[in-house]
Structure formats: C-alpha cells, structure tokens
C-alpha cells in the first residue's frame, strides 16, 4: 500500500481526538493550520474541526527549507500549526532550536510547540513545550 494512503489505526484516531482537544484549549483563533495531504495527517488536522490547507510541501520527502517557507518562519504574523511527517518535523526542530544532532525524535501525535523571539537583538527560537498524546 502506498504510504500516503494508509489511514490512522484506531488508536491513531483516538490520539488526534485526544491531542486534538488539548490543542483546542490552547491555540489562538486566527490560527494557520497546514496538513500533509497524506490520509493521516488529514485525519489527524480534521481532527481539530478547525479549516486547514493541504500543502503538497508537507508529504514525506519534504525538506526542512520547503516546511519553513510554507509556515513564513519566523516572518509569520500569527501561530501557525503544522501536521506532517518524521523526518523533515525532527530535521526542522534539530535546526531551529540549534541542535548538533541531525534531527530530533518526534513521536507520533506529539506537538512541538515552538516561538520566534527576539532578545538583545538577537532572534530566538524558544521551546514552549511539547505534548504527547499519550500523557493526556
């Protein structure tokens, strides 16, 4: 079977209602929420019953410089959510919080919550918190 066409088991769909719930309470309205058009991470973002786009840049074999462009990082005006693939998410993160490690491990349903700031001058990516479905 195609990878990009393999659907969330069921304990999938029962993490992304899980996650999906606890996000709810967190994000902003006005929120961006770009998806992998694969069948789970559609899944996953039709979970959160918020709109959100498809975006071909986010299937698996992305890259890091293509998922940065798609979120505008860290030019965007508002919080962006993105809901793709292992291991352009780790390669991403690894890059943004200046890790020497290629990539960082990302479990599945988890969110990464990152922040651009800027102090003395200098911009910051801050590591707000990271969620794992299984600790709801």
């Not at 698996?60 to 998922?67: A, K, M």
């Not at 390669?91 to 651009?116: F, N, S």
């Not at 590591?127 to 299984?134: C, F, I, N």
């Amino acid at each position: 079977m195609d990878d990009t066409a393999r659907a969330l088991t069921p304990k999938g769909e029962k993490q992304a209602a899980r996650m999906a719930a606890w996000l709810d309470r967190q994000l902003p309205e006005g929120l961006r929420v770009l998806s992998s058009p694969s069948r789970r991470t559609e899944q996953t973002a039709r979970a959160l019953g918020r709109k959100f786009k498809m975006r071909a840049e986010l299937l698996p074999g992305g890259s890091v410089e293509e998922l940065l462009e798609l979120a505008q990082w860290p030019r965007a005006r508002g919080a962006v959510l993105i809901v793709g693939h292992q291991p352009v998410l780790g390669q991403t993160i690894a890059q943004l919080l200046g890790l020497q490690a290629p990539e960082c491990a990302v479990r599945k349903g988890a969110v990464w919550w990152l922040r651009q700031r800027e102090r003395l001058d200098r911009c910051q990516t801050v590591l707000m918190t990271v969620q794992s479905p299984e600790f709801l």
